[in-house]
T-cell receptor
Framework: AQSVAQPEDQVNVAEGNPLTVKCTYSVSGNPYLFWYVQYPNRGLQFLLKYITGDNLVKGSYGFEAEFNKSQTSFHLKKPSALVSDSALYFC?????????????FGAGTRLFVKA | EAGVTQSPTHLIKTRGQQATLRCSPISGHTSVYWYQQALGLGLQFLLWYDEGEERNRGNFPPRFSGRQFPNYSSELNVNALELEDSALYLCASLPAGLAGGSSYNEQFFGPGTRLTVL
């Protein structure tokens, strides 16, 4: 079955420290991978995506993610966390034609950045 | 450029009633996706509309239905409401559907409709 796993319900980090939010996936074929962020009472906002090419993808607000095909992972990272980064983060994989163009989302990881 | 809009913001219904939720995609976007975000369950795919037709649906009962209008706006209907239907319903649009680009384009989400079933 095709799936996305975010193994941590919550990640706590101090402001200024690096942060990592983990994501692993299980899909057939080449994955199209996305990260979205959700602030309270808001819809999801796109952060970054991996389609092809360089394994390190840079996105909005200083976030980046590394695609690792052998480990089927797409971890989200930021070198220096800000309190304003506190939010709910979703990893997602987008299926192509054979998957009905569905997007499968992980369960989400809540990030808390302490001042 | 206006983003994806959804109405109403909040909706309170009682069990057995029907709910209608509305979504207007970004201008020029033809694909609309609906998701249910129940507490602690992440986003569950509900329905996908493109060019006025239902293209795919998630693992939800038939009482969840909808349609897409000629202007690409969309409506989600939930009949015979149950308590567990209480959730945030999110709509997302994409710039292209079957015509191409739908796999690698990011989705643009609306703010959601909070449905509460009492």
């Amino acid at each position: 079955a095709q799936s996305v796993a975010q193994p941590e319900d919550q990640v706590n980090v101090a402001e200024g420290n690096p942060l990592t939010v983990k994501c692993t996936y299980s899909v057939s074929g080449n994955p199209y991978l996305f990260w979205y962020v959700q602030y309270p009472n808001r819809g999801l906002q796109f952060l970054l995506k991996y389609i092809t090419g360089d394994n390190l993808v840079k996105g909005s607000y200083g976030f980046e993610a590394e695609f690792n095909k052998s480990q089927t992972s797409f971890h989200l990272k930021k070198p220096s966390a800000l309190v304003s980064d506190s939010a709910l983060y979703f990893c997602a994989v987008r299926l192509g034609n054979t998957g009905g163009f569905k997007t499968i989302f992980g369960a989400g990881t809540r990030l808390f950045v302490k001042a | 450029e206006a983003g994806v809009t959804q109405s109403p913001t909040h909706l309170i219904k009682t069990r057995g009633q029907q709910a209608t939720l509305r979504c207007s995609p970004i201008s020029g976007h033809t694909s609309v996706y609906w998701y249910q975000q129940a507490l602690g369950l992440g986003l569950q795919f509900l329905l996908w509309y493109d060019e006025g037709e239902e293209r795919n649906r998630g693992n939800f009962p038939p009482r969840f239905s909808g349609r897409q209008f000629p202007n690409y706006s969309s409506e989600l209907n939930v009949n015979a409401l149950e308590l567990e239907d209480s959730a945030l319903y999110l709509c997302a649009s994409l710039p292209a559907g079957l015509a191409g680009g739908s796999s690698y384009n990011e989705q643009f989400f609306g703010p959601g409709t909070r449905l509460t079933v009492l």
